[in-house]
Structures are given as C-alpha cells and as structure tokens.
Nanobody
C-alpha cells in the first residue's frame, strides 16, 4: 500500500487547513486510516482514525476542532482542521492499517 499525503502549509492561529491522503495498491476492505503528528522534540501521537465503515476516534486535544472523513470509492482520507492553534504545529503523517503503512509527512505550521 502506498500513501500520498497533501494539504499542509502555513496558517495563522484560528485558521483552517484540510489534509488529504490517497491510498493505492492492495487495499483491504476492512482497513483503518488515520492521521498522526509529530512535533519537534516530541513523540508521534494519534490525531484521528476512521474505519472504512465510518467509525472514528479522536485525540482529546483535537475533538470539536478537527474532522476526519473518507471517500472509500477513491481510497482517500481527509482531515479538516479548524480553529488551529500554534500547538497543532507538527509534521502530520497518514497511516493505513492493517500492515502499518505510513505516508511521507506533510508539515503544518500555525503561527500565533
């Protein structure tokens, strides 16, 4: 499975960004896709995940601000990020399970 992420960038606090991640290759129907992030000097942490049937899971720090969704026909997962804060600054990685596949990260920088 190959993952191609896009959509990162620089935004002011309070702004919005949408990340996209397209999966290709041998896609398993019961997969879970998600987003993780890693800030400088910190461990990679969960942001949100979504099962292909739609169930979702969010980190407490992003609940009510971020929304994960997916288009199963296109094998694409999205992360809509609203009300961004400087502490959301990190490299965001797309993840696909089963198999522990990771995409290259995309940088999100939120200025104060």
């Amino acid at each position: 499975v190959q993952l191609q992420a896009s959509g990162g960038g620089l935004v002011q606090a309070g702004g919005s960004l949408r990340l996209s991640c397209a999966a290709s290759g041998s896609i398993f129907s019961g997969n879970v896709m998600g987003w993780y992030r890693q800030a400088p000097g910190k461990q990679r942490e969960l942001v949100a995940t979504i099962h292909n049937v739609g169930s979702t899971n969010y980190a407490n720090s992003v609940k009510d601000r971020f929304t994960i969704s997916r288009d199963n026909a296109k094998n694409v997962v999205y992360l809509q990020m609203n009300s961004l804060k400087p502490e959301d600054t990190a490299v965001y990685y797309c993840d696909y399970q089963p198999g522990n596949y990771w995409g290259k990260g995309t940088q999100v920088t939120v200025s104060s």
